[in-house]
């Protein structure tokens, strides 16, 4: 997570500061994401889907069932579906979003009666710091108007 944390700080001068990595079941790294939404115009530019796009070209396969995300942010929505449709092992993210959560933060979707697969999520992992640099940025970008 503290290596997410410097990426984040990293990416944070230009793009939302959200970062992913998926672990394989060794714990080597195979794949990184970082927001991308604004630099490249891509709706599905999240970090996790990023980090999923490029896992699953080293891996050659789109199971995960035995693999690790981490995130500094809980996913949304949309990134908590994919991660679910990848069949993903386990989840760990820092802060919560109450706003946009889909794994508990305003929604819990591997919870959901239509979730296939179940998922080991751990979440609140540096919770304040995580917090902090989303904060930060986004009081920045207020300014910035």
């Known amino acids: 997570m503290n290596s997410i944390l410097r990426r984040s700080k990293e990416i944070g001068k230009v793009e939302l500061?959200?970062?992913s990595i998926i672990l394989d079941e060794r714990g080597r790294c195979i794949g990184r994401g970082v927001n991308s939404r604004n630099i490249n115009k891509d709706p599905l530019g999240?970090?996790?889907?990023m980090?999923?796009?490029q896992a699953s070209l080293i891996k050659n396969d789109w199971r995960f069932n035995e693999c690790t995300i981490i995130t500094n942010l809980?996913?949304?929505?949309?990134?908590s579906s994919a991660l679910i449709q990848a069949r993903m092992g386990k989840v760990i993210f820092g802060a919560y979003d109450k706003k946009r959560g889909g794994l508990g933060g305003s929604i819990d979707l591997s919870k959901h009666e239509s979730a296939?697969?179940?998922?080991?999520?751990i979440g609140g992992i540096l919770e304040d710091e995580c917090s902090q640099i989303l904060q930060i940025w986004f009081k920045k970008l207020r300014t910035q108007k």
């Open 51 to 53: 980090a999923l796009r």
């Open 116 to 121: 296939h697969h179940k998922m080991e999520i």
């Open 17 to 19: 500061p959200i970062c």
């Open 46 to 49: 999240h970090a996790e889907i």
């Open 74 to 79: 809980e996913p949304c929505t949309m990134c």
